[in-house]
């Protein structure tokens, strides 16, 4: 009886009503083209955008006249473009489709939430390097426009909002951290 | 490849989209991520080299494919549970309907599944697809000791939560 049961429940599984959809080989190769050039655009997008903001601070650099902020100008240059290397080696470390089919799935999911962690945990990482830099920038810029006082308090208010997000992500990193033990133990 | 897809297309039919349906309820999210899974298949056979069977190829890549699609934290997700001692208070949670038909019941059995943590979800997906313990440990990386005792629990919850449908099929 509990077999026939089983039996039943693992039927109406597999017999469940199916949506009718068309995924012939063309409708296929055109999704995964889509995909590369969904990808290509993205590429892209992000090297324009790092070109404008490469030439925005190397000109800022050249007319700025106050020290301060031309070494702020310059810092974010350097943390522009170390972010950018830093990244490149981030996407190229992600699985691909194709290889999907070599990892278990626990393997897979533990690696995916390895990858969370990692985001999630070494955020303040990519935040840090722009620091010296906004810094040093925004107090050259501010000096000259506002009291020390007021200085002081928006450089409060930033480390202040730096710290709430570590705090949020070093959360996340803790729960995905648990769920890899948990894995860990099966 | 090509021929190989179409191979497998053939031979595993619709259990990528049962399987799409285990992770997502919305039909459009369900639609994106059966392409999304059609087309890793696609891609990856031409790295496929025998090493286990194509059966088992086939599930990693569809359940790794649906992984890595739903892993991120979304606003209106439910809070995933592991399977090992509230597998019947979830299913009791899942808005339990009386005088249960094939439809309500079939509802009831994918929102179970979609509150399950990832791994024990793809077990029971894979036990409905009436795998044996040995490839679905294959297909998951879990022990077969391990797949056997949430086999054996996920029967136990089937039979106490969805006996109305049986008998009704009866």
Wanted: charged residues 30%.
């Amino acid at each position: 009886m509990a077999n026939d049961r089983e039996l039943d429940i693992g039927r109406m599984w597999r017999q469940q009503p199916q949506e009718k959809h068309d995924i012939t080989l063309d409708a296929i190769r055109a999704k995964a083209r889509e995909l590369d050039a969904k990808v290509r655009r993205w590429n892209v997008m992000g090297g324009i955008a790092i070109a404008v903001l490469t030439v925005k601070n190397v000109w800022e650099v050249w007319i700025d006249t106050d020290v301060l902020e031309r070494v702020g100008d310059l810092l974010v240059l350097v943390a522009l473009l170390l972010v950018v290397l830093r990244f490149r080696g981030y996407m190229r470390a992600d699985a691909v489709p194709e290889t999907l089919g070599l990892a278990s799935c626990a393997q897979h999911y533990r690696s995916r939430l390895a990858r969370l962690r990692d985001e999630s945990r070494d955020s303040w990482k990519w935040v840090l390097l722009f620091v010296p830099g906004i810094g040093l920038n925004l107090v050259g810029g501010m000096l000259e426009t506002r009291s020390a006082a007021q200085v002081a308090i928006l450089v409060i208010l930033g480390v202040a909002t730096f710290a709430g997000v570590l705090w949020v992500n070093a959360r996340t990193a803790r729960q995905l951290e648990r769920e890899i033990a948990a894995l860990e133990s099966e | 490849m090509e021929e190989r897809y179409t191979e497998v297309a053939r031979t595993f039919g619709a259990a990528p989209e049962r399987l799409a349906g285990a992770y997502e309820r919305d039909p459009d999210a369900r639609r994106d991520l059966l392409q999304d899974i059609h087309v890793a298949l696609w891609r990856s056979l031409a790295r496929y080299d025998g090493r286990c069977s194509l059966r088992t190829w086939v599930y990693r890549v569809a359940h790794n494919t649906a992984i890595s699609r739903v892993i991120r934290p979304r606003a209106n997700a439910p809070t995933l549970v592991a399977m090992d001692d509230s597998l019947d208070a979830v299913a009791d949670a899942v808005d339990r309907e009386h005088g249960v038909d094939r439809g309500r019941a079939l509802d009831r059995l994918h929102a179970l599944i979609q509150r399950l943590r990832p791994p024990d979800r793809q077990v029971m997906v894979l036990y409905l697809e009436d795998e044996d313990a040995a490839s679905i440990a294959e297909i998951t990386g879990l022990s077969v000791s391990n797949v056997s005792t949430k086999i054996h629990r996920i029967k136990q919850m089937l039979i106490r939560q969805f006996h109305e449908v049986s008998q009704h099929g009866e």
